[in-house]
């Protein structure tokens, strides 16, 4: 058994729409990156994403990216010290909306890297609600959560 979740959700906009808000630095700090993203999430780069409410920066290594389709990356869990993989997914659906699954996997079998994967868990749901409401709305919805 592999330690693993997959969370997703829907979004009225179209795919490409969807897409840049993630893979734009500037876009992915509109609502989740409060403290900043480094660059975009192009195959090949190391970045780093920084959040206010968190301290330190964490380095994200991105390993694949199709646009408007896929972006995959690895990154380390600083309390764990698990490495683990997201992917994330951009299905076009009908009316310009916009199915995103994000899945994250790696975790080792541990009571305590269980434990931080259902942190991790938490944080791509509110993630994709962050998402939602500011491709949708133009709004920072994180500002209010934390």
């Known amino acids: 058994m592999e330690l693993e979740f997959e969370v997703?959700?829907?979004?009225q906009k179209p795919v490409h729409e969807v897409f840049e808000a993630v893979y734009n630095p500037e876009k992915l700090s509109g609502y989740f990156t409060?403290?900043?993203?480094?660059?975009?999430?192009?195959?090949?780069?190391?970045?780093?994403?920084?959040f206010h409410d968190?301290?330190?920066?964490?380095?994200?290594?991105?390993?694949?990216?199709?646009?408007?389709?896929?972006?995959v990356f690895e990154w380390a869990d600083d309390r764990?010290?698990?490495?683990?993989?997201v992917e994330m997914?951009?299905?076009?659906?009908?009316?310009?909306?916009?199915?995103?699954?994000?899945?994250?996997?790696?975790?080792?079998?541990?009571?305590e890297s269980l434990k931080y994967s259902y942190g991790n868990c938490m944080g791509?749901?509110?993630?994709?609600?962050?998402?939602?409401?500011?491709v949708e709305d133009g709004k920072n919805l994180r500002t209010f959560f934390y």
Request: net charge negative; charged share 30%; aromatic share 12%.
């Open 80 to 85: 764990s010290g698990d490495e683990t993989r």
């Open 34 to 50: 409060t403290g900043g993203a480094s660059a975009r999430l192009d195959e090949g780069t190391e970045v780093t994403w920084d």
């Open 54 to 71: 968190y301290p330190g920066a964490f380095p994200v290594k991105v390993i694949k990216t199709v646009p408007n389709e896929t972006i």
């Open 89 to 111: 997914t951009f299905e076009e659906l009908d009316g310009d909306a916009t199915l995103v699954k994000i899945k994250e996997s790696g975790w080792k079998k541990t009571q």
């Open 124 to 134: 791509w749901s509110q993630m994709l609600c962050f998402l939602k409401v500011y």
């Open 8 to 11: 997703y959700a829907k979004i």
